[in-house]
């Protein structure tokens, strides 16, 4: 399986990213090496394929051919202060230890592209996608137990995640209600038994609902 295109050409109708006709060409910028990748794929963003928004980006689900997962297309919104976050949350990714990818704590990182002829077309992060936004009602104990772990193994990996909101933990459509946290553009580095390891990890109690009542244990630190 092919993890990460080397290149991409976009095809972009709508302008979404960019005022050019015609196809725009992008270059890989992370991860700077990969053990498996394609040569180039074709993404095409559309006003229809548009899935998410926010005060920053964009999200776009995107068909990558011979990909067995569902992949989207995050683009920052014309400022810079966007594409800062988009470029520091890919930096992000490429510094997180594998086990976080193969575990399932956080989506696949495909890449972090640039435009070769278009300095103003916005920067690509591709991702997989990862299902729908929590709804907190609905989480079963053990369901809040999985998103609880996934946070101490980002905090483990010497991460904040930083905006631990519904949005940015999502669960998978299929029967299997596996978790899986996103959005790492405020995300910073943090040391081990730092204080705002336990205030993050107390932001996302309170988002989940979780009650001192509740059997919700946590991994061991040791």
């Known amino acids: 399986m092919k993890t990460s ?15 050019l006709s015609g196809p725009i060409d992008y270059q890989r910028i992370l991860p700077a090496h990969c053990d498996s990748e394609s040569e180039n794929c074709h993404v095409h963003l559309t006003r229809a394929s548009r899935i998410g928004c926010g005060h920053h980006a964009n999200v776009y689900r995107v068909t990558l ?4 997962f569902s992949v989207v297309a995050k683009v920052a919104v014309p400022r810079q202060a966007a594409r800062d976050f988009l ?3 890919a930096k992000v990714y490429a510094e997180l230890p594998a086990a976080l990818y ?5 989506p696949r990182f495909l890449g972090y592209y640039i435009s070769r002829n278009d300095v103003e077309a916005s920067p690509i992060l591709l ?9 907190p009602a609905v989480l079963s104990d053990d369901n809040k137990t999985q998103i609880l772990n996934l946070f101490h193994r980002l905090h483990e990996a010497g991460y904040l995640q930083k ?16 978790f899986r946290i996103i959005d790492l553009g405020r995300a910073e580095k943090v040391a081990a038994g730092a204080p705002e390891i336990a205030e993050e990890m107390r932001e996302v109690k309170k988002l989940l609902r979780v009650r001192q009542a509740q059997s919700v244990t946590q991994p061991d630190q040791s």
């Open 163 to 178: 905006s631990p909101f519904r949005k940015n933990i999502l669960v998978a459509s299929d029967s299997e209600q596996r």
């Open 5 to 19: 295109p080397r290149t991409l050409t976009i095809h972009d109708p709508d302008h979404r990213i960019s005022l």
């Open 127 to 135: 991702l997989e996608e990862c299902g729908e936004p929590i709804d």
């Open 65 to 68: 051919a011979d990909y067995p």
């Open 102 to 106: 193969s575990d399932l704590v956080i």
């Open 87 to 89: 470029e520091h949350e």
